[in-house]
């Protein structure tokens, strides 16, 4: 994560620790770092998804298939397991693997065509404003999805599109 190393001051931060927004936005979580190319980083994610309510994950579709670890095949040891994909254009369309930047996505939403001056460059929103939006649309989907698995006792998953999430909060319809 870029946030990790960054200081509003722009100090560079001693080797090892975390800047004050990163450790702010981070608080009380944990985490793993594992190879997923190795057989021991893929035999330790499927252990930790046989244990675990919920997987949030944001690799291009299909990655975590090729490697066997996709909702489908981690279900077969966690059938309770609820899995949230978040990604830019969804993980199903005409659009799976288009590229796309925060920019980008502004663009496509139309959200730039009202910022800036005329006959200037657009301008987009900063501070990451599409990926705080998808990632409060994941975070419902993904208490949705835990809540629902709860009664019947099988697992959900939830597809966000970083686009869609955008396009239905940052489109400006004209009156």
């Given at each position: 994560d870029p946030l990790r190393r960054w200081t509003a001051s722009g100090t560079p931060?001693?080797?090892?620790?975390?800047?004050?927004?990163?450790?702010?936005?981070?608080a009380s979580k944990r985490s793993v770092a594992?190879?997923?190319?190795?057989?021991?980083?893929?035999?330790?994610?499927r252990q930790i998804a046989a244990s675990v309510d919920l997987v949030v994950e944001s690799f291009a579709p299909g990655q975590l298939a090729e490697f066997?670890?996709?909702?489908?095949?981690?279900?077969?040891?966690?059938?309770?397991?609820?899995?949230v994909s978040i990604t830019g254009w969804g993980t199903k369309g005409p659009w799976v693997d288009r590229p796309y930047t925060e920019f980008t996505m502004q663009a496509a939403t139309g959200?730039?065509?009202?910022?800036?001056l005329p006959?200037?460059?657009?301008?987009?929103?900063?501070?990451?404003?599409?990926?705080?939006?998808?990632?409060?649309?994941?975070?419902?989907?993904?208490?949705?999805?835990?809540?629902?698995?709860?009664?019947?006792?099988s697992g959900q998953s939830v597809d966000v599109s970083m686009f869609a999430a955008m396009l239905f909060c940052m489109t400006i319809y004209p009156d």
């Open positions: 931060l001693a080797e090892g620790q975390d800047g004050a927004l990163f450790q702010y936005l981070n594992l190879d997923l190319s190795s057989d021991s980083g893929r035999d330790s994610l066997g670890l996709g909702y489908e095949q981690l279900r077969e040891d966690n059938p309770a397991l609820c899995w959200s730039t065509g009202f910022r800036g006959g200037r460059l657009p301008v987009c929103a900063g501070g990451r404003l599409g990926e705080r939006i998808a990632g409060s649309f994941a975070a419902v989907g993904g208490m949705l999805a835990w809540l629902s698995a709860r009664n019947p006792g």
